[in-house]
């Protein structure tokens, strides 16, 4: 039932289904630092299929978050590389994309309530406003948020606030989801809710994510695929295919023998540095 | 503080401490009855209080336009900070002799001072808050591809407002310090002008009467402001930021 | 490697908790520290350019105007006259001991209201009240008590100074973890011990932060009295050139206030970065 294609450092095998939505080839990413130019990233090559759901996992500070923002536009990365989505090189956040940011209290707008943040993304790009209102709606009844509509930020929870964001993107209809450890910073209960509202979305709309963390078992539990990022300057060290069947449970998904298997694998990637 | 009162009246009616001119505080409020009785109080007071605000109406205005002129073009800043920061090491309170100097004993000697430390103390907290965008909101406003204009519109400036309304307060408060001492010296109008003259005349209840005047002028121009600002701007109510 | 700029208000007239400005560095060995961040020298330009074009368009005698050559002369005349020297010296030291007296007061007051609740809201409002006012309208008052010497510069200046001192400790008596207390208890350490080796330097930083409000307002406060009193030092100097429409010199003065707010502020800065060397303050 499942595959683990065991590509070794470099590239990750493209998956077998679907048009390719994001390509990245031969990413490499410098940073200035007070010690002088450090490389990050290296030679990184990867596919996202749509509909796909890619998490991105390693040790910390191996440029998990780095890469992602390759992906959004936000960091240039060293001449040489190349992303396209849709087959068009980056020019600036692409259209289609929405970042999902880790630390969500700083990225919502303080003095904006819920719907006016979540509206934000589509001021520029919306001329009707109640093609806004009516998006805007639609999004919060989504994430569960419609009551609260009318609040500010700093009367939610970090949950309902991370929820938000959420909203944010898909009232924007956004096709692909970068998310930089959106659930990091929440209990165990809100990060198992807020998984499963991921799914949910992801079974409705079918976006391409891709997805930072930290957290194995969230990795196995959400992804089709995982890419480990190891060593450093950070390579693709591993791709492990997640055949698990969906709709996934978390009771009866985390029990089944190959989550188990799966979990084990990427553990001993990460943590042990088998390669 | 009604026990501090308290204490206060008891120890100077029983003489146990004997500074001569220290009057008990039924002395002066009885002074500041027959003040307000009289309506001797009201002239002085209404005078200070305009020319606090008006000054603090036209620092605001000068501050804040200069600020976001400032805080949004980086050439301009490169080119002048480092001016304005040399300028802000000199306190204000030493523009009142130049101010008397240039303009004698007026209302512009008066306003001079208070418009230019207000202005500078608004103009300094401006640029601090429109140069200051969190990080995040940075990447937010690059992610949604927001224009230039509409990142100005809907992420600096109401991000700035924290600051902003934190150098309008100060100012106020700098105001009415400098119109007070502008009527000691130079206006002779104002409560700060009644409060010296009552001490040169040896009449202290009268004298605490108009300190005490000058304090709640304080403290109702601050409450008011404060109230102002968190009606006018809500997400401030939130305890968001450290506000001085 | 990454720089963060720490958003701050600015506090020029010196009153409440204010974060000193400036940019988080990372220096080698990984520790962040707080350098001054002046922004860049060419912005000295205009200030260049106005100083040149006042020396050119103003005249000797203008109340407006004077140029800035009659600045040099008017302190240049003070200097010879033995005037200049001794007046920096009785602004400097009433600012030195007012400070000082402050940050103790202050410090206790602080102590006391942060620890008692009770006493927080029993002399909170009066505090409040003292605190909003106008530190000139205490001067009249002053005078009147005390008389017109050093000892009232030095009560007026503690009365406006010791606030930001008062709130500081105030805020980080408050803020004192419970478990140091325990762990000093359960160590089985003295009060006295207790005060000395954990409380009081737990408190330093908020002190510190608090002294380093009061600083700058101590100064111009000790200027103020000066110049609404005449008794002694600088703020004296200004008052009698404005007096005798020395224009020039009034300015001059103007710079030697200056002068003393930015080593002032230089010195503070040093001492921060000194006493606080192995860790962050506030």
């Known amino acids: 039932m499942t595959v683990a294609t065991d590509a070794r450092r470099g590239e990750a095998t493209a998956p077998t289904t679907g048009p390719v939505v994001c390509q990245c080839r031969n990413i490499s990413v410098e940073f200035d630092s007070t010690e002088g130019p450090r490389r990050i990233l290296e030679g990184i090559t990867a596919d996202l299929r749509e509909g796909e759901f890619v998490t991105i996992m390693g040790r910390s500070g191996t440029g998990k978050t780095t890469l992602l923002r390759v992906l959004d536009g936000l960091i240039d990365p060293a001449p040489g590389s190349e992303v396209r989505f849709w087959g068009r090189p980056l020019d600036g956040p692409p259209k289609e994309a929405v970042f999902v940011f880790q630390n969500y209290a700083a990225s919502l707008l303080p003095w904006r309530t819920i719907e006016k943040n979540v509206a934000l993304g589509l001021e520029g790009r919306v001329q009707s406003k109640d093609e806004i209102r009516r998006r805007v709606a639609d999004a919060l009844k989504m994430v569960g948020l419609a009551e609260r509509a009318k609040d500010y930020p700093w009367r939610l929870s970090g949950g309902m606030q991370q929820r938000v964001q959420l909203a944010r993107g898909l009232a924007m209809d956004a096709s692909v989801l970068l998310m930089d450890e959106p659930f990091g910073a929440l209990d165990a209960m809100t990060k198992s809710i807020l998984q499963d509202e991921l799914q949910r979305v992801h079974q409705e709309r079918k976006p391409t994510v891709a997805f930072v963390s930290h957290d194995i078992d969230e990795a196995v539990y959400l992804s089709d695929r995982i890419l480990i990022l190891g060593g450093s300057p950070a390579t693709i060290v591993r791709e492990v295919r997640v055949d698990l069947p969906r709709p996934r449970d978390q009771l009866a998904t985390k029990e089944l023998p190959e989550f188990h298997r799966l979990r084990r694998l990427v553990y001993d990637e990460i943590v042990r540095g088998h390669s | 503080m009604a026990a501090l009162v308290g204490v206060w009246e008891v120890v100077v009616r029983s003489a146990a401490v004997d500074f001569e001119f220290l009057p008990a505080p039924s002395g002066i409020a009885e002074a500041l009855g027959a003040l307000v009785s009289s309506g001797d109080i009201f002239a002085p007071a209404v005078h200070t209080l305009r020319s606090a605000l008006v000054g603090w109406v036209i620092a605001g205005l000068v501050g804040i336009a200069l600020g976001v002129w400032l805080g949004l073009s980086n050439t301009a800043w490169r080119y002048s900070m480092a001016s304005v920061e040399v300028i802000r090491a000199i306190p204000p309170i030493t523009l009142v002799p130049v101010s008397l100097l240039a303009f004698g004993f007026s209302l512009r000697m008066e306003l001079v001072v208070i418009v230019y430390a207000g202005a500078w103390t608004v103009l300094v907290n401006t640029i601090d808050g429109v140069r200051n965008l969190r990080p995040e909101l940075i990447d937010v406003g690059r992610m949604l591809r927001m224009s230039q204009l509409a990142r100005i519109r809907k992420l600096i400036l109401p991000s700035a407002m924290p600051s902003i309304i934190v150098g309008l307060r100060l100012a106020m408060s700098l105001s009415l310090v400098l119109a007070v001492v502008a009527e000691m010296i130079g206006n002779p109008s104002g409560l700060g002008n009644a409060l010296v003259r009552a001490q040169q005349a040896l009449q202290p209840e009268r004298m605490f009467a108009y300190f005490v005047t000058i304090g709640v002028l304080g403290v109702v121009l601050n409450t008011g402001l404060r109230y102002g600002s968190e009606r006018a701007f809500p997400a401030l109510a939130a305890g968001r930021g450290g506000v001085a | ?282």
């Open chain 3, 1 to 282: 490697m990454e720089a963060v700029q720490a958003p701050v208000p600015h506090d020029t007239a010196g009153a409440g908790n204010v974060r000193p400005p400036g940019i988080r560095r990372r220096t080698r060995n990984g520790q962040a520290r707080r350098t001054s961040a002046f922004p860049p020298l060419r912005g000295l330009l205009p200030l260049a350019g106005l100083l040149v074009i006042w020396q050119l368009v103003g005249s000797e005698n203008s109340p407006y105007l004077p140029s800035p050559s009659t600045w040099i002369d008017g302190i240049g005349a003070l200097w010879s006259r033995g005037r200049l020297w001794p007046a920096a010296v009785q602004t400097l030291s009433t600012f030195a001991i007012a400070l000082g007296v402050s940050t103790v007061l202050g410090a206790l007051l602080g102590l006391v209201v942060g620890a008692s609740a009770k006493a927080d809201r029993a002399l909170g409002p009066t505090l409040e009240f003292a605190r909003a006012m106008p530190p000139a309208a205490v001067v009249p008052i002053a005078t009147l008590l005390i008389g017109y010497d050093t000892t009232m510069k030095v009560a007026v200046v503690t009365f406006a100074a010791m606030w930001s001192v008062l709130l500081n400790t105030r805020t980080g008596v408050r803020s004192l973890d419970p478990v140091l207390l325990d762990m000093a208890r359960s160590l089985r350490l003295g009060p006295i011990e207790r005060s000395r080796k954990c409380v009081l330097p737990a408190l330093l930083p908020s002190i510190f932060l608090g002294v380093r409000v009061a600083a700058p307002v101590a100064l111009v406060i000790t200027l103020l009295v000066e110049i609404v009193t005449r008794v002694d030092g600088v703020g004296a100097l200004m008052a009698t050139a404005q007096r005798s429409y020395l224009a020039g010199q009034v300015f001059g003065l103007i710079l030697v206030a200056g002068l003393f707010s930015f080593l002032i502020n230089g010195l503070v800065s040093v001492l921060q970065g000194f006493a606080f060397r192995n860790r962050p303050v506030g």
